[in-house]
């Protein structure tokens, strides 16, 4: 059954790689499953169409046969589920990968988020300058605990899981505020996620698609 | 196996039900599964032996014979996976209600906990009170979405699954604020799942150590 998933039709981004449908492409190739995407556009994410399939008007989204999902820690998940590669055979070992899938995504990533709160969606307001200290600390505090867990190692726990691929995505998001170089140990496990070819796949298929020429001009 | 749950040894909510471990006994108490509770210090749960456990310093934490593990949306599933009651059995049915354990911790709860920090750990900012209403506004906008998406149905997709239990569980934190009770069919929602027997256990269980004379009077 064709798989397809949705992405920006031009992502806020121009092409970093940090909207989430690169999450689940990453997944997606990590598994080696081919899949379709449809572009949707700022304003057709929230109509009606759009919404039945995602209720908070957002990508990605996953389409197989009769099967809908929204919220990529769920399609990840999915894909892991149906796929070698993604979460250990053994009981114990997938429990614990889960746990960083749901820890990337749940305790690493909304103070990261905050820092786009703060530069974008707050950026014209009179406290910006003096809050964003505050957020940066937040944000190291987390790396500060994940550098220590993550030690000498390649990976958060044993081989490369979906676990690791939601964590680097999060990492990334820290990068452009520089927070992530603080922590060589982070950037070093971030640049071996980058490095994977199911990464690079996923992340030139994103970027193919918004460097391209806008669909305005 | 005997399971082992950490919680507050005092929860900073005075027995409210809003510390995580009590999602943990929820599920635990639909699933029929017995448990013991280790209770940790603010102080302790920053120390080695817990960080062992959670690498963040937080709670709660699960141990059963040689797994551990941390993260509530992890422990739920790993939960909901044991035993019937949780989780459908049809596939399908069991990724959509997956999806939605993704969605309350991901989506709903980020904006959801801004509000703590704005009152809490922001309390003696100077833009503390012009910045309350844009976050109460973003609250809204998902649980405006959310309401949309329940319409007139009992739980959020067919039967009362481990969405729903943290679903119900992350919206608890929006009522103190007022902000749930804007919402009729969601806070009819919230007072269904408070309704359920295992729900109770749970609630009287974290109550009765939050309820106790403090151990230092």
Redesign the interface.
């Known amino acids: 059954m064709t798989i397809t998933i949705t992405a920006f039709e031009r992502s806020p981004d121009g092409g970093k790689g940090l909207a989430r449908d690169t999450r689940v492409r990453w997944a997606l190739e990590e598994a080696g499953l081919p899949y379709e995407v449809r572009l949707v556009s700022m304003r057709a994410m929230k109509e009606a169409a759009h919404?039945a399939l995602h209720?908070?008007?957002?990508i990605p989204t996953y389409e197989e046969g009769?099967?809908a999902?929204?919220?990529?820690?769920?399609?990840v998940?999915?894909i892991a589920e149906r796929r070698p590669g993604l979460l250990p055979t053994d009981a114990?070992a997938r429990?614990?990968a889960?746990?960083w899938?749901?820890?990337a995504?749940?305790?690493v990533?909304?103070p990261i988020?905050e820092l786009v709160t703060v530069k974008f969606v707050?950026g014209d307001?009179?406290?910006k300058d003096?809050?964003m200290p505050?957020v940066h600390d937040r944000v190291r505090a987390?790396l500060t605990?994940?550098a220590?867990?993550l030690g000498g190692a390649d990976w958060l726990d044993g081989d490369f899981s979906a676990g690791d691929l939601l964590m680097v995505s999060v990492l990334l998001r820290a990068r452009p505020s520089g927070l992530l170089d603080e922590f060589s140990s982070l950037a070093a496990y971030v640049a071996r996620g980058e490095a994977r070819p199911a990464y690079q796949r996923a992340f030139a298929a994103q970027l193919a698609i918004n460097a391209a020429p806008s669909p305005a001009g």
Do not use: V
């Open positions: 919404l209720p908070f008007g957002q009769e099967l999902l929204f919220e990529t820690g769920a399609i998940l999915h114990n429990a614990r889960i746990t899938m749901f820890a995504l749940n305790t990533e909304p988020l707050e307001k009179p406290w003096e809050r505050l987390r605990q994940l220590a867990r």
